[in-house]
Structure formats: structure tokens, C-alpha cells
């Protein structure tokens, strides 16, 4: 499989040689889906991060979610998100009446038991800086009561690849991983809880209090 072979060939090598990751909470990595994972955003190193960590046997079933816009931008790049990475593309419409289906391959993926990878900021933003929380994962996950949503932390990797450059700056970088949230009250509520745990790991990670 592309996916597998990609991860093995060039991800893990990736990841351990040219980054110093340190893995918190491991043991709360999902098993199985369905579930979102929603981390925070600044390098595009993040989704080849989360993939790493998961075992080769279960990779099929991890679906990064991205802008259409950007990873379909140009053949090379479609091939590589679709066939490879298994990317579900998010085309972001500014049409109200097209914003209902912007979620519909989501859904499916979610009800065949996979997991996502979202980032609810939307987009990258500065190295080590969380940007405004979107509320999409929300009303992603309000029909599906048996889908938690796991947040989690990263730290390191918008300095080793910051948004705007190509070359890899060598970098100890961190994975938190938090507690799976079952339910949110309301869309609201999404926002404060996951402002929260957010904040609680990122005084777990390493990077930011080596000093």
C-alpha cells in the first residue's frame, strides 16, 4: 500500500533523524475510530507527525482532513494527498447554500470507524502561536455520539518547518496528547472546553519549559 510504504520510506525516517520528539500521553493514541484528533497547527510537518505515531496496520483508517485549494493545487500534489496520504479534501466555499455538503466525505469516514486529523484553527498560523478555534469540528461531530474528539498539543514543529519556508531546521519538538472529549453542550461550549485543554497541555510540554 502507497500510504504504508510512503510512512516506512520517508515519514518515520523524517521524523526520527531529522526531529527530537517527544511523545506525551502516548497511551491515550486511539485504537480505533471513529474519533477526531484536533491539534493545533503551524508547520506542515504536523499531519506527518500524527501519522508517525500510529501503528503501520492502522494507517488506512487515519484521514487527514485539508484545504482542497491548497493540497490539490497541481497534479503532483493532488496524486500525493489523494492516492498516498489519503487526504479528505475540504473544498471551502464562500456560497451559504454549498457550506452544508463541505463535510459530507467527513461523515462517511466517520461512520466506516476512521480517524480524522483536524485542525480547528483551519490553516497554519505563527510558530508556536494558537490562532482562533474554528467551530467546524463541532457541528461535525454533534451527530455522531459515539465520536470523541481528541486534543491534542504540538510544540517545535512550526520552528523546524515554519508556514513560508522548505528547508527543515533540526528542532526538538513536542506531541501532547490530551483526554478524549465525548460531548459538547453547544458550539460554544466546544470552543471554551478545547481552549482549555489546550492550555493545560501545553504546560506539559518539554520544548516550551526546557529553559
Not at 134 to 157: N, Q, T
Not at 195 to 208: D, F, G
Request: proline content about 7%.
Amino acid at each position: 500500500m502507497l500510504k504504508i510504504a510512503f510512512i516506512v520510506l520517508f515519514v518515520r525516517p523524517l521524523v526520527l533523524i531529522g526531529l527530537g520528539l517527544n511523545i506525551i500521553n502516548r497511551e491515550r493514541l486511539p485504537t480505533q475510530g471513529p474519533m477526531v484528533i484536533a491539534a493545533n497547527h503551524n508547520s506542515h510537518l504536523d499531519t506527518l507527525v500524527l501519522l508517525s505515531l500510529f501503528p503501520l496496520a492502522m494507517v488506512h483508517k487515519v484521514r487527514p482532513v485539508a484545504a482542497a485549494d491548497y493540497f490539490l493545487a497541481n497534479k503532483f500534489m493532488a496524486w500525493l494527498s489523494l492516492k498516498v496520504l489519503g487526504i479528505i479534501p475540504i473544498h471551502r466555499s464562500p456560497n451559504p447554500a454549498e457550506r452544508h455538503s463541505v463535510f459530507d466525505q467527513c461523515h462517511k469516514a466517520l461512520q466506516n470507524g476512521d480517524i480524522l486529523l483536524i485542525f480547528p484553527e483551519g490553516s497554519r498560523g505563527k510558530p508556536e502561536v494558537m490562532s482562533e478555534i474554528k467551530k467546524g469540528i463541532y457541528h461535525l461531530v454533534k451527530s455522531h455520539s459515539d465520536c470523541p474528539v481528541l486534543p491534542v498539543v504540538m510544540r517545535g514543529l512550526g520552528l523546524s518547518l515554519p508556514k513560508g519556508t522548505a528547508m527543515l531546521v533540526p528542532f526538538n519538538c513536542d506531541v501532547v496528547l490530551g483526554e478524549p472529549i465525548k460531548r459538547f453542550n453547544d458550539a460554544d461550549d466546544f470552543i471554551l472546553t478545547m481552549s482549555k485543554n489546550y492550555a493545560k497541555l501545553a504546560n506539559e510540554c518539554i520544548v516550551t519549559h526546557a529553559d
